[in-house]
């Protein structure tokens, strides 16, 4: 069965029961470079593989730049 999630401002189907560590993993994302939002609360990298992800949850994900002046 698929939901409906909220990745980045985009309506994307995902696997219901899935785990926010699943999702970067299926999208090819490394976790140690960035920070994933769910549902306005940011998650600690340790609890990715925990998180199940539920529908019409409000997702971000947000990658480190580098560079600067």
């Given amino acids: 069965m698929m939901i409906t999630v909220m990745i980045n401002g985009e309506n994307r189907k995902v696997k219901a029961g899935a785990t926010i560590g699943e999702l970067l993993k299926k999208h090819k994302i490394d976790r140690r ?15 990715l593989d925990k998180v199940n992800i539920k529908n019409m949850d409000n997702i971000e994900i947000v990658h480190f730049v580098g560079g600067g002046v």
């Fill in 33 to 47: 470079l960035v920070v994933v939002e769910l549902n306005y609360k940011v998650i600690k990298r340790k609890f």
